[in-house]
């Protein structure tokens, strides 16, 4: 007699279950084209999503050095993606912050 698949008590399957409309998938990109998805609830703050991306692509890109933008928009982590009426399936563009400028002012001519 062979036994089904599951019906052990032990057996217990422990992923979450994701329902379409408490849940959604977020995809944040880089320049670097590394994508990363996010399940979250429509009603958790940003800052979950960018904690975890964050801890996924370390140490490459250190805590807090980037700006998350949707639609152009920087993501404030307050926010909730059902407050920016984001959509499953959306794209977050990650940016890692540009230091520079403030040198010496180019010279095109004699220093006089």
């Known amino acids: 007699m062979a036994a089904q698949a599951g019906s052990n008590d032990g057996d217990v399957d422990q992923k979450p279950v994701i329902e379409p409309g408490v849940h959604l998938t977020l995809k944040v990109q880089d320049l670097k084209g590394r994508k990363e998805k996010f399940t979250l609830r429509r009603t958790d703050k940003l800052q979950v999503l960018m904690d975890a991306y ?14 998350f933008l949707h639609e152009g928009r920087r993501v404030p982590a307050w926010k909730t993606p059902e407050e920016l009426e984001m959509e499953d399936g959306d ?4 940016f890692t912050d540009l230091m520079g400028g403030g040198g010496r002012q180019a010279s095109y001519g004699p220093a006089w």
């Open 54 to 67: 964050y801890a996924r692509v370390a140490p490459s890109v250190g805590y807090g050095t980037g700006k």
């Open 91 to 94: 794209r977050i563009d990650f």
